[in-house]
């Protein structure tokens, strides 16, 4: 389909389909004024001048000898070729079902006959521009999902290529603090740089593998564990950031005793719920409470975390989207890896902004057996 124009100044070309030689003469004089028109008298002629190329729209007859409009129609959305092309048809008949007929065969619009030419010239010519402006659109967001693929290529790839140098780097500590010729606080500073560079590296890791999650090549190790556990160590080490902030973090756990087993990659759900009670730390104002409920729905489990603060309204519908964030800093990655990896895990997530001043997220996971944890886990 032309989307371009014509070289001749025009403003596009139509294909009129027609076989009354007056009516070719009206309506071609007022299309003539801005566009280049092909004329076809019959239907084979005019699929086959469609075809070809060229054609930015077809302004089609619907009674005609030999083969009727919608039957040029129909092969015109047929074949691949012209499918795209906008049709509108020339009736002179006045009946809703005709019209209901040749808009579901793919039709645009239909103008009446006899119409002023100006009507004629005016329907076309808005035609012929929001289809431009739709392939317009098209392309622009082929070229930006092209543009997001590169990069995250790119991304990926210099993520990968990181892990070695990195690695060099995480060795020197280990050597150099062999070495007793060294002061506590240069001994400590060793550690630092060795435990800034194993958290860089699991970050790297953790990249590569919600990348991995993206295109399901990710190998799921599920095991039986005790989310309760889980939740209570991610909490201890927040705790800096919740006396920070003088909070609290209560667990509500009614239908618990004392463990919460689910079936699950440990490591995944410690990423998951780190990320979302972080999350409501920074969301939540000084002295908030945090609430963490748990509990069993079915072979599932629950695990609802709220906090005061409200999610932005415009983004709600997009919370779990990548990059999409309330935050001023925020890289809109959090809650997306967080959402990816609840999928993974045969699990989901949800947002729950209906009581006003507050923020909730559901988390489910599938229901793991007790009997299946192991002491050690």
Sequence with gaps: MNMSGTSNGKEGT?????????????????????FAVKVAIRGEMA??????GGVDLVLLDVLMPDMDGYEVCRRLKDNPATAQIPVIFLTCKDSQDDETVGLQMG????????????????RCRNTI????????????????????????????????DMKGPLSG???????????????EAQRNLLKL???????????????????????????????????????????????KHI?????????????????????????????????LVLNAIEAAPFHGEIRIHLSYAGASGLTRITNPGEVPVGIRDRFFDKYITGKAKGSGLGTYSAWLAAKTQGGNMA???????????????????AEGIHPEG
Excluded: W
Aim: proline share 4%.
């Design 351 to 369: 947002l729950d902004a209906s009581q006003p001043g507050l923020t909730a997220v559901i988390v489910t996971l599938p229901k793991g057996n």
């Design 129 to 160: 521009a929001y289809q431009r402006a739709k392939e317009d659109l098209r392309r622009k967001n082929e070229e930006l999902q092209q543009a997001l693929k590169i990069r995250e290529d790119m991304e990926r790839i210099a993520r990968h």
């Design 47 to 52: 699929c086959q001048i469609a075809a070809s």
């Design 14 to 34: 139509i294909l009129l389909v027609d076989d009354q030689p007056d009516q070719i003469k009206v309506i071609k004089s007022a299309l003539d004024q801005l």
């Design 169 to 183: 780097i995480l060795g020197l500590p280990e050597i150099m603090l062999l070495d007793n010729n060294y002061t």
């Design 107 to 122: 039709a645009v619009d239909f103008i009446r006959k006899p119409s002023s030419a100006s009507v004629v010239l005016v």
């Design 193 to 239: 740089i060795e435990r800034s560079g194993y958290i860089m590296l699991d970050m790297i890791n953790k990249s590569l593998d919600m990348y991995k999650m993206e295109n399901n090549t990710y190998k799921l190790n599920a095991e039986h564990f005790d989310l309760l556990e889980t939740l209570k160590h991610i909490v201890g080490g927040l705790e």
């Design 243 to 275: 006396q920070t902030k003088k909070m609290k973090v209560v667990f509500e756990s009614p239908d618990v005793t004392g463990m919460f087993p689910i079936f699950g990659e440990k490591m995944l759900c410690y990423s998951i719920f780190y990320n």
